[in-house]
């Protein structure tokens, strides 16, 4: 059994709307156990609206449609659907007792524009919309059962899972398939390296799909796996995952699609540590990145962007000397800022970033693209350079920003920088 | 002339990632003159992908496919567009040549699985890559010239805008017309709001249509124009762009795309102002967006992302006193937090946020969502508060953060609080 899915209107067509409910089906149906095999989209057009239909329906067994339900002149789903059908619209007693026992529940005047969504095509069976005006209808065209939905999310989501998702999974009875997808998030090696690393995985694992995909500045590696037997694919997954772990090694950041973010965070409640920050090139990224996740503030202390050398020296007390003699962007004076802004917020860890995000600002010895990366840990404080050639501003400082996390993630699991390649 | 999309990748077939290169090429051909009819997404899979470009190849003149171009076992569309063509696919020399003058550039090892990229459908031409590793290529199927693109985002627009819009220009040749679309951003109002007011537009404009797009928290209008006369269409959308601007009235942020934080650093330069900002409930996000904008760091001087309330003692100088008798979130704290940050730093605004993001953190009094926001100018030192219903903490911090650079951009055009509304 395969499915397709169909996304229609002319905002979506033309592009002004990002189409997102296609996503959401598609990930609902593969749940199911249904493999969804092609998306289409198509604009507000009766003709074109009626081949796309006709054409799945010789080559899909179910198809679920959305948008063009609603009571405007630009909604021509229904009469679309009958059309490719050859038969009429006709009244639908269902729906217009649906249509008019909303407007009753919410004391509103009903139009002959909401009267007009009770007209479907003739044999097909209502679907009910329990939160909004369109009712949705299924019907056979070809050898495809089409399920029409109206396209706004709420509404959409809640009658797949309500109407389209029971019958699909009384369709195929006793033979559902568990499909699983998991998510390894790795950051320090490019998408090419990465899989470089994994080459051989599908001879050890023939079951099991690989995809990659950059999330810059992270790679995300994916297992699709898909079986009747769910504690089999579970098994299959951790051997997989484990397989995976071993080849990556540290680049491998989390095992469950947490970001850098989390982890970090995670690893200092966890050791009940605490993290103060200070900013140069990466102009408050870490500080935002750290307080995205919820409970934060148990373990983020401070964060001092620090742009001008002025703040650098005054609030944060970085000698004067050392900005003279190695400039911002130098190891000497990142130590030393993580050094400073772990002692003056009585920190566990200081973190520190200054470097040259661009696009000016560069020179030969410390072109656009530098950063240093200073870490001042109860024993010790070090500094790293690196460089980066990423021609954008925001990139070079996503960059920055998630080496300086990784920096302190390695350390908050006792990898040592010695072991750092 | 009529033009169809193809998005490749078993992340968007199975709805794990939502495929947003498909409205944006279809934005970008529409502007271009030519019409989308149809979009399409399949997995990585070469039958499929195989079928689905034959298929187009008889009806389409133009289509764009993206994805599947990478270095990976699953990157298979080259692949299968030689398949679909009944040619091999042979090694291209600019291709091999794109690919090793990238590593060479970036002084990265060059590995076998990047070599592969440089294979292409014999009788196809390459399409330069220059921020990438993947280089595109252009073949033609059937009727139809199709055009392959890497699925990376910022890759895909790069290669879009100038290799294929070009040459799709040159086909169409003298028949070309100007297809303008026109950004105006907005912050303040809701979406219907926004449309309220800007009713009676199309009476006024009937040959420009009208399009809002929320882009969190601001909200875009959009006029899209079409015509033949470059000069009317410019001036039709500059008296289209002084009605709206005079409905809207200090909503509109900028008329020509500018973010927020580029419309605050440009008046913060003409005014030779600078800026310092004590951050807590945003997390360092003002900071962050105020140095993506290049040259910030000739206004921008420090943000204390003080989240720890020790910190705001101890480092910024709020006083224990205030703290103890209003506690952190309070239009007294705001108010000493941007006094305090524009005294230590010698800016001529301190700017300061203090509120609760959530999840936790909420009381009846102070409830998740609330913020108070603290400017301190030359002249006095004026506090805010308010209150908003989202229920994730990333956009809590957006919606605080960009309110908190609201108000200072009306205090840098002189608009005085009086008149917020």
Redesign the interface.
């Known amino acids: 059994m395969i499915a397709e899915i169909l996304a229609t209107g002319d905002e979506?067509?033309?592009?002004?709307?990002?189409?997102?409910n296609?996503?959401?089906?598609?990930?609902?149906?593969?749940e199911t156990g249904v493999p969804?095999?092609?998306?289409?989209?198509?604009?507000d057009d009766i003709p074109?609206m009626g081949s796309?239909l006709r054409e799945i329906g010789l080559r899909a067994d179910i198809c679920v449609v959305t948008g063009g339900l609603g009571p405007t002149s630009d909604d021509l789903t229904a009469e679309a659907a009958a059309d490719a059908a050859g038969v009429s619209l006709i009244q639908s007693p269902e729906a217009l007792e649906m249509v008019e026992s909303f407007f009753r529940t919410f004391h509103r005047p009903i139009t002959a524009s909401n009267i007009k969504q009770s007209y479907l095509p003739d044999g097909s069976t209502c679907l009910p919309n329990p939160i909004g005006t369109a009712p949705g209808f299924m019907m056979k065209l070809g050898r495809c059962l089409f399920f029409f939905l109206p396209g706004v999310p709420v509404e959409m989501r809640r009658m797949l899972s309500e109407s389209v998702l029971p019958r699909i999974e009384t369709l195929i009875g006793g033979v559902l398939q568990v499909c699983r997808?998991k998510?390894l998030t790795t950051f320090g090696l490019?998408?090419?390296?990465?899989?470089?690393k994994l080459k051989g995985f599908?001879t050890v694992f023939p079951e099991i799909?690989?995809?990659?995909?950059?999330k810059f500045p992270e790679i995300q590696v994916?297992f699709?796996v898909r079986g009747t037997d769910a504690e089999k694919v579970e098994m299959l997954i951790r051997e997989a995952n484990d397989w995976v772990a071993e080849k990556l090694g540290h680049k491998l950041i989390s095992a469950d699609g947490q970001s850098m973010e989390a982890v970090v965070g995670r690893l200092l409640s966890q050791q009940q540590s605490t993290i103060a920050?200070a900013?140069s090139c990466?102009?408050?990224?870490?500080?935002?990145w750290?307080?995205?996740v919820?409970?934060?503030?148990d373990y983020?202390?401070?964060?001092?962007?620090?742009?001008?050398n002025?703040?650098k020296v005054?609030?944060l007390g970085v000698s004067q000397d050392t900005l003279n003699r190695h400039g911002a962007v130098h190891e000497a004076t990142a130590g030393e800022m993580a050094l400073r802004v772990r002692q003056?917020?009585g920190a566990t860890y200081g973190l520190s970033t200054s470097g040259i995000?661009?696009?000016?600002?560069g020179t030969d010895e410390k072109p656009v693209g530098t950063v240093c990366i200073g870490l001042a840990t109860p024993n010790d404080v070090r500094a790293y350079r690196f460089h980066y050639?990423f021609?954008?501003?925001?990139m070079n400082?996503q960059m920055f920003a998630m080496m300086a996390l990784d920096m302190l993630r390695l350390e908050l699991l006792g990898i040592r920088p010695a072991s750092l390649s």
């Open positions: 979506i067509r033309s592009g002004t709307l990002v189409d997102s296609s996503a959401h089906i598609a990930q609902k149906l593969e969804v095999v092609r998306h289409h989209s198509v604009g074109v796309v997808v998510t490019t998408e090419s390296l990465t899989g470089e599908s799909q690989l995809g990659f995909r950059a994916k699709y920050v900013e990466t102009g408050g990224l870490i500080a935002n750290l307080t995205n919820a409970g934060s503030s983020f202390l401070y964060s001092g962007v620090v742009y001008a002025q703040a005054s609030l003056i917020t995000a661009g696009p000016g600002g050639r021609r954008s501003r925001e400082k």
